[in-house]
């Protein structure tokens, strides 16, 4: 079965560093990836995606993220932060059934200035 | 495209009353999804559909909870009687399934159920 780990429920930075939140996934199958960020009262927005292209990824707001198939990884990063990234994001991978989504717990991304 | 719709946005009821929440997916989008999210369980697939018909309903929690989709612009998720662990923010998503497609879902701006 998909599965989708999370490591770290809550990451915090400080203005204008470096943003890792990490992923790793579980798939028998070539997954397709996805990470989707949730700001407060919003629904999840698609951030980027993973669909056995690029390895790299890149994303909207700067974000990009890097398959790794050998360490079944999809981190997602971005060079520097800023307040405005505060928010939760998730991670998740394809289903064996066409249209379902394995979600990750979330990491929430504290910006601090 | 104005994107999912759900309504309404926000919800209070009494317990034992019956709530019905609202998704218009977006046009020509074949897979409807409706998540539930609160801060103990995170975000749970209830159910979803495929060209309007149920294909998983293994997320459902109990036979309170009850899914249709009657038309493809329109699906409905209803509790009945509703209890107060039942409050948290329901989403709707809708997907297209494409040649190639890869399941990107597109979500709603959510329900804030409150049950008291």
């Given at each position: 079965a998909q599965s989708v780990t999370q490591l770290g429920s809550h990451v915090s930075v400080s203005e204008g560093a470096l943003v890792l939140l990490r992923c790793n996934y579980s798939s028998s199958v070539p997954p397709y990836l996805f990470w989707y960020v949730q700001y407060p009262n919003q629904g999840l927005q698609l951030l980027l995606k993973y669909t056995s292209a690029a390895t790299l990824v890149k994303g909207i707001n700067g974000f990009e993220a890097e398959f790794k198939k050998s360490e079944t990884s999809f981190h997602l990063t971005k060079p520097s932060a800023n307040m405005s990234d505060a928010a939760e994001y998730f991670c998740a991978v394809s289903g064996r059934v066409w249209g379902k989504l394995i979600f990750g717990q979330g990491t929430t991304l504290q910006v601090k200035p | 495209d104005a994107g999912v719709i759900q309504s309404p946005r926000h919800e209070v009821t009494e317990m034992g009353q019956e709530v019905t929440l609202r998704c218009k997916p977006i046009s020509g989008h074949d897979y409807l999804f409706w998540y539930r999210q609160t801060m103990m369980r995170g975000l749970e697939l209830l159910i979803y559909f495929n060209n309007n018909v149920?294909?998983?309903?293994?997320?459902?929690?109990?036979?309170r909870f009850s899914a249709k989709m009657p038309n493809a612009s329109f699906s409905t998720l209803k509790i009945q009687?509703?209890?107060?662990?039942?409050?948290a923010v329901y989403f709707c998503a809708s997907s297209l399934e494409t040649?190639?497609?890869?399941?990107e879902q597109f979500f709603g701006p959510g329900t804030r159920l409150t049950v008291l």
């Open positions: - | 149920p294909i998983d309903d293994s997320g459902m929690p109990e036979d009687p509703s209890e107060p662990r039942d409050s040649s190639g497609g890869n399941g």
